[in-house]
């Protein structure tokens, strides 16, 4: 039986083929859209220079220049000098170094506290919960300034680790909250449940189960903890009970700010506070980033 072609419809044009839609990638400035990228670039040539202190440094920022006090800024100290004589350009370095280990150490003290308190208090039983709870309220309602000068007086040694630690065990309250009412949430999922019937510990648990599931929603609390810190430095330095004089950092060379304003010296205290408000700007920025991103992922849920 001879093969009936049907007439009504034949495919035209030689090497006829089926063609795909091609997704078109999104161009470079959609995708670093609402991302603070300028804020990150100046973060790091902050973070990079205080790293290589050693090299960008013109002058040693201990020593005193006794010829050269409250000089302006000149082709010798770019930055002027102090009522001590000392570089304020080579200090910025050196002091970023002492500023940021500060905000860095006391964000890693109030994440440990903070985290663990809060999975204690999420996985508990209600009773326990609740006494957690209010005993955390109760100590976030004492002024942090108040509790910060009380337990520098208690230790007496005044140094970077020192502060650090007093300002992380005192600042970890409002992480510790959020992180609690992230594990109410997950606490009875199937995951949790079958590792705790199974005999897993808490630490594991907490570890492999809890923080993967909520570290997206405390970023922004995390990242926030490193500008606060620096800020509680530095207030402490400016009122004269934090780092000693001696000891590098911006907060203590704005602790210098009363006499430069008798002197008119406004290069010791702008200089500084640019360096320090840029700073804290900048990770504000990080930290608002991350909630904006977790406000959206929640939105889309």
């Known amino acids: 039986m001879a ?13 006829w083929k089926k063609v795909e839609p091609v997704a078109l990638k999104p161009s470079l400035k959609k995708r670093l859209k609402g991302k603070p990228v300028f804020s990150v670039i100046i973060l790091l040539f902050i973070v990079t220079g205080c790293l290589f202190a050693g090299q960008l440094a013109n002058h040693d920022p201990g020593s005193f220049y006794l010829q050269n006090v409250n000089e302006a800024p000149n082709a010798e100290f770019y930055f002027g000098t102090d009522s001590l004589g000392r570089d304020i350009y080579s200090m910025i370095w050196y002091g970023g170094r002492v500023s940021i280990s500060i905000g860095l150490m006391s964000m890693a003290i109030i994440s440990v506290i ?4 809060g999975c204690i208090s999420g996985i508990a039983n209600a009773k326990i919960d609740a006494l957690m709870m209010r005993i955390a309220e109760m100590a976030n309602s004492i002024p942090n300034l108040l ?8 230790i007496g040694k005044q140094d970077a680790v020192t502060l650090s630690f007093v300002i992380g065990i005192t600042g970890w309250f409002a992480l510790a909250r959020i992180v609690r009412s992230e594990v109410r949430q997950i606490r009875n999922s199937e995951y949790v449940l079958a590792a705790r019937r199974m005999g897993v510990g808490f630490p594991r648990i907490m570890i492999r189960h809890l923080i993967p599931n909520f570290v997206s929603s405390i970023m922004f609390v995390v990242v926030s903890t490193i500008s606060s810190s620096m800020s509680m430095e530095s207030t402490l330095s ?5 780092l000693p004089v ?4 911006w907060g203590s060379m704005l602790s210098l700010a009363n006499r430069a304003l008798l002197l ?3 290069w010791v205290i ?3 506070g640019i360096f320090l408000l840029v700073t804290l700007n900048c990770i504000t920025s990080l ?14 849920l």
């Open 246 to 249: 001696d000891v590098i950092s």
């Open 114 to 117: 903070g985290i663990t308190y």
């Open 147 to 154: 509790v910060i000068l009380l337990l520098m007086a208690v």
């Open 270 to 272: 702008i200089i500084p």
């Open 287 to 300: 930290g608002n980033f991350y909630r904006k991103g977790n406000t959206k992922r929640h939105s889309n």
């Open 264 to 266: 008119d010296t406004w």
């Open 3 to 15: 093969k009936v072609e049907n007439s009504r419809f034949r495919k035209v044009g030689i090497g």
């Open 238 to 242: 400016f009122l004269g009970l934090g």
